[in-house]
């Protein structure tokens, strides 16, 4: 077993501005936490892995290959590999 503190590490990205960090890799799996502080700008690239974005606090605009909807806290939305995408 691997416990990781998902908020202990979202509040260090929010004190540095935002950003980042994995907090758990295995085989064939990564969990990271990624913060975006507003008004800064998502500059992800389409990834070669398929993620799952699960918002923790805030709210926001989602476009996953041109469809855009809301996503608010406790929100979960999956994206499949090589998808652009936007938050």
Known sequence: MQDFD???????LSERGGGYEVVHTS???EV???VIV???EDKQVPHVLDEIYVVLD???EIDVAGERRP???GEGV???????HRL
């Open 6 to 12: 998902v908020s202990a590490t979202a509040d260090r």
């Open 27 to 29: 085989p064939g799996l």
């Open 32 to 34: 990271g936490v990624y």
């Open 38 to 40: 507003a008004p800064e």
């Open 58 to 60: 805030g709210d926001g």
């Open 71 to 73: 996503i608010r806290r």
């Open 78 to 84: 999956f994206v499949p590999a090589g998808t652009e």
